[in-house]
């Protein structure tokens, strides 16, 4: 038994209660995914992992070398409300037995506190739930004389299940991320700015188990694409890697220039927003996708009061999602910081390629459709042609071949400072000058540093290196940073 508990751990994943309550066709199909797509992300850690599934969990075994990851991909994985660790005893067939490996794994978690036993119990045996409690929670008190039995608040809950032969003790309780299994509730394009309030509207779709796909409107500059690529890339991994999903990238700048051309200044916002819906319907259309999502919060900016947004919608036939539109910027930031997106928000090259002067916040349809017309839209269809698509797990390598900054990858014959800029703690050792200098406080430090150097900027796959490198040399005219990759 002590064996077991060294070499592997076991898991128990509860469904996301809405899924229980879904007729039995449903709750069958949405359990078989999440079955499937838990085989899927955690084939990529170990392919010795064990699974079995029931009517209302998954067990998984893993061995104790991989638990930490395992552990966080479960709890970030939609369709998942908890996750117990368990240790797992088989052949147990007498409460006798029962209570003496339960005090031997868990006497230490009572000592000096109060203490309840809760169990529960599948099979057929010959005693009760209620019996394993009484007994277990007698024989503990009896061995641990600091300890004390409490029904009603106790400092630690002991739970345990015993199926058949088999007895689990929950050792540890998470909460999962709850939601639907994605592949479940169908495909969104989410256009994607890499800013706050986009990533989140992807996070929060992602989490409803909607299959989120990626379209990028690029108003001018290299850095700003690879740093939404960057972000696209960051939420599939974490919440989303059970599916292949696509980035589309728009090239936008001639687009914003017949703006300028064509459109009174006041609607200028508004029209831009039209026009981005009405190629990302094309780009829709082409994938098999039905709905749109936007970042869009009411009131937040000119274009985004009620009437403006009418204006907006009606370019499309496609359902326009907007999961932020009642939520305040101080609650969007507050989910950006607990999904990790807030640093690279923060740290985004913007380019506002279009500012309306005196922008209208209750616009006329009469006059929107006067403006529309004045609009050569052969621009926009060739924008749409242009486009580029790729799958996001492609994002790497097609970084990799886009980025302009010179890559370095032996730095022994130069006299060269890394910069290593990745947001942990952990610093890269190398035979030069190293600093660390995590990305999203390069803009206000690396001004700082003696401009008679070559800095390489460094991180784990190169693309927030490229990005940041590509930002400062674009905005800065910096001619003294590459990219290190050894």
């Not at 090239?251 to 006041?266: L, Q, R």
């Not at 800029?421 to 540093?449: A, G, H, M, V």
């Amino acid at each position: 038994m002590v064996e077991l508990e060294i070499r592997s751990q076991k898991f128990i994943v509860k469904f996301f209660p809405e899924i229980m309550i879904k007729g039995t066709k449903a709750k069958r199909q949405m359990i078989d995914q999440l079955f499937a797509n838990l085989k899927k992300i955690l084939g990529k850690i170990s392919q010795e992992i064990e699974y079995k599934k029931f009517f209302d969990k998954i067990e998984i075994v893993c061995s104790i070398e991989v638990v930490v990851e395992v552990r966080q991909k479960l709890l970030e994985t939609s369709g998942v409300e908890v996750v117990l660790e368990a240790i797992q005893i088989d052949n147990m067939t007498t409460i006798d037995e029962i209570k003496v490996v339960v005090n031997e794994k868990m006497a230490k978690e009572i000592q000096n506190k109060s203490f309840v036993v809760r169990a529960k119990r599948t099979g057929q045996q010959g005693f009760k739930s209620v019996e394993i409690e009484q007994t277990v929670g007698g024989y503990m008190l009896a061995n641990n004389p600091s300890s004390r039995v409490d029904l009603k608040n106790a400092d630690v809950t002991i739970n345990i299940e015993l199926i058949h032969k088999q007895l689990n003790i929950i050792t540890n309780r998470y909460h999962g991320l709850s939601g639907f299994p994605i592949g479940t509730q169908g495909d969104i394009l989410s256009l994607m700015s890499g800013g706050f309030d986009s990533t989140v509207a992807s996070y929060l779709t992602m989490k409803r188990g909607i299959k989120t796909h990626f379209i990028f409107f690029n108003l001018g500059g290299i850095a700003h694409e690879i740093g939404v690529k960057q972000v696209a890339l960051y939420l599939w991994n974490r919440f989303g890697s059970s599916h292949r999903i696509t980035f589309t990238s728009v090239p936008f700048e001639d687009v914003v220039t017949e703006i300028f051309n064509s459109t009174s200044p006041s609607y200028m916002g508004v029209t831009l927003k039209r026009l981005m819906l009405m190629a990302s319907e094309r780009i829709a259309n082409n994938l098999g996708i039905d709905a749109l999502l936007t970042g869009e919060s009411v009131a937040q900016v000119s274009s985004q009061t009620l009437r403006n947004l009418a204006l907006i919608d009606q370019v499309t036939n496609k359902l326009v999602l907007r999961p932020l539109s009642t939520m305040n910027k101080p609650q969007i930031i507050d989910i950006a910081n607990e999904i990790g997106t807030r640093k690279f928000a923060e740290s985004m090259p913007e380019y506002c390629g279009v500012i309306s002067k005196n922008p209208i916040t209750h616009g006329s349809f009469d006059r929107m459709e006067k403006e529309a017309k004045k609009f050569n839209y052969e621009v926009l269809d060739k924008a749409v042609e242009n486009s580029t698509q790729i799958y996001v797990d492609e994002i790497v390598e097609d970084v990799n071949q886009i980025g302009q900054v010179e890559i370095v990858n032996d730095i022994s014959s130069g006299n060269y400072t890394v910069i290593d800029i990745r947001q942990n703690d952990e610093c890269i050792k190398t035979c030069c000058e190293t600093l660390k200098i995590p990305f999203y406080k390069l803009k206000s430090q690396f001004e700082k540093l003696p401009q008679d150097r070559e800095y390489l900027f460094y991180c784990d796959k190169g693309i927030l290196s490229q990005l940041h490198a590509q930002y400062l040399i674009d905005s800065k005219g910096y001619k003294n940073i590459r990219v290190y990759r050894p």
